[in-house]
């Protein structure tokens, strides 16, 4: 199993998946997890040319953005690629909100009006998997939507080759 794999199971050591799984409900225990509000906020267009989604932190919540215009289960993927940055502590990205005056704080007021930019303390937005933060968020959601998947529930794998199968895929 590789190092990546590794660090993002141990992220999830402590987190509560839905089996069956229910986006809803698991951002539910994300905002618990977090302490804050948690707010997905569908946005037209994001796909086009843009990130496909974006994660916005300020003190007291999380604003996740997604492209409500794809199908349901990336949407529901890119959701968890987001709260996937949360879960693994990224906080690197635009940092829009300190200065008050950049294209990128205006943006942000266009997207959530109530929201002052500069108490922004995070904004995330991926186009790619080119980095390091990217890769262990894309890993870390494809886990959790996995764990749903294949969790306690399912029972005992069996011993044949689909459950040693089973068990390189999602070991427990």
Known sequence: MSRLRRRCERRLENISIPNPFDLDIFCAVMAAHRGRTLSLRPMPGLSAGAPCG????VQSADYVFYDPETSRLHAEHIVLHELSH???GHTTGINAGRDGGSSVAGGIGRLVPDLDPRTIDTILGRTSYTTAQEREAEMLASLIRARSALG???GPRPRDTLGRVADVLNPS
Do not use: F, G, P, Y
């Open 86 to 88: 949360m879960l693994s």
């Open 54 to 57: 974006l994660w916005i932190s």
């Open 152 to 154: 306690a529930a399912a």
